[in-house]
């Protein structure tokens, strides 16, 4: 088979079905059948089920013909190839068995008979997230953005960085909220998403880069996964679904911001940080700030990843009280960058719903894009760095 082509698998009790969709599949010069089988997998390690895993075919379409048997199938593949697709086909239309069946692990459900049209879209929708994988695999970063103290500006931050980094050359930007209760990042955007992260987290069995971007609301070139809408008591994110989520994050897009608060549950935080690049840790030039900071570096340090550890100063003035060689030796820690304060700017900014790198060549505003594009690594065009930058 050629290596462009996508290995098919067909389930289907019928002879004459599974010819219609070989004939099906080859016409659409996108796949070709590699496996097929008149039975249904019934338990998990059945023989149908190894000759299937052993395939491991991109795509199985299964043939729905009994719906109780289809579904237990298609429950068995998903735990066994949880990487394929799985195509279900029936002419049933009941909304609560396409509901069932999507929670047993399908990718797509499609009605029978299958329209050619509506076929080649599906194997093309499978190309495209394979490409896109493929695309971001070596490529893709995840970094944290973090404060041990509200107001600090770790979602200005954040917001910024992402938006700079939109503009490089073949960029994927997301921008994940994890703040809890509530998140924040689309009141500074003046966004109405129709998702959350917790609608990503909640599908986490099914959820791949495609599903994932279609809860994300775009804007400015980022794609933004707003945090909670509400306050729920005892709101936990679930471990297992947010490291799938970052996971598949980091294989969709090339650079992922996650705006990361202090407060998280405390296995969480340290999920998030062991899978980050960079750990960008936000403080200004306050007693308050820089006391809980210390005890923010100091969880940091202890968990393994202070290597990671990037200290930006926000709100930076040339009179601070408080010099850097006081942060450092405070914090046992060198400073990454400084961010020349610019309150006036930022607060018009967020009531505007605008990022601050997207409406003007302010100091700040070419600060923040330098250390966007110092943390990603990539050279920044045609532009000198500020007199703010610095480097550890």
């Known amino acids: 088979m050629p290596s462009d082509l996508l290995s098919v698998g067909i389930i289907a009790p019928s002879a004459e079905t599974r010819e219609l969709l070989r004939i099906q599949v ?36 299964i043939d729905m013909h009994d719906q109780q048997m289809g579904l237990q199938c298609t429950s068995i593949l ?13 002419d049933s239309t009941d909304h609560q068995f396409v509901i069932e069946s999507m929670r047993a692990g399908a990718r797509e459900f499609l009605p029978k008979p299958i329209p050619p049209r509506t076929l080649s879209q599906a194997l093309s929708r499978f190309a495209t997230e394979k490409q896109r994988y493929e ?46 209760p509530v998140g924040d990042a689309v009141a500074h955007l003046n966004l109405k998403p129709q998702y959350t992260v917790t609608d990503a987290l909640d599908s986490a069995g099914r959820l791949d880069s495609v599903l994932l971007d279609s809860f994300t609301i775009h804007t400015h070139g980022v794609a933004v996964l707003p945090g909670p809408k509400e306050y729920k008591q005892g709101n936990k994110f679930n471990i297992d679904a947010l490291s799938k989520m970052l996971e598949i994050m980091v294989r969709a897009y090339t650079h992922s911001f996650v705006d990361l608060p202090f407060s998280l549950d405390k296995e969480q935080l340290q999920l ?42 926000n709100r930076s003035n040339k009179h601070d009280e408080i010099t850097d060689a006081e942060i450092e030796r405070v914090l046992k820690l060198g400073v990454h960058w400084k ?15 605008q990022p601050l790198v997207s409406q003007n060549h302010s100091d700040l505003a070419r600060s923040y894009r330098e250390l966007a594009y110092e943390l990603a690594g990539i050279p920044l065009p045609s532009r000198r760095r500020g007199p703010f930058g610095l480097f550890s």
């Open 26 to 61: 080859n016409a659409t010069a996108l796949g070709s059948v590699e496996i097929e089988s008149d039975q249904y997998c019934s338990i998990y390690g059945d023989r149908t089920t190894r000759k299937f895993a052993e395939s491991a075919p991109d795509i199985i379409i």
């Open 78 to 90: 998903h735990a066994a190839l949880p990487d394929a697709w799985l195509f279900l086909s029936s």
């Open 135 to 180: 695309e971001a695999r070596s490529t893709g970063k995840l970094f944290c953005i973090t404060s041990a103290k509200g107001g600090s500006g770790a979602t200005s931050l954040s917001i910024n960085l992402a938006t700079a980094l939109a503009d490089a050359h073949k960029a994927r930007v997301a921008l994940v909220d994890l703040n809890s």
């Open 272 to 313: 998030v940080c062991e899978m980050a690049a960079n750990i960008v840790v936000v403080s200004v030039p306050e007693v308050p700030a820089l006391w809980r900071t210390e005890r923010l570096i100091r969880f940091l340090s202890a968990c393994g990843n202070i290597d990671k550890v990037r200290l930006v100063i």
């Open 339 to 353: 961010l020349p304060n610019n309150y006036k700017g930022s607060i018009k900014a967020i009531n505007s719903g």
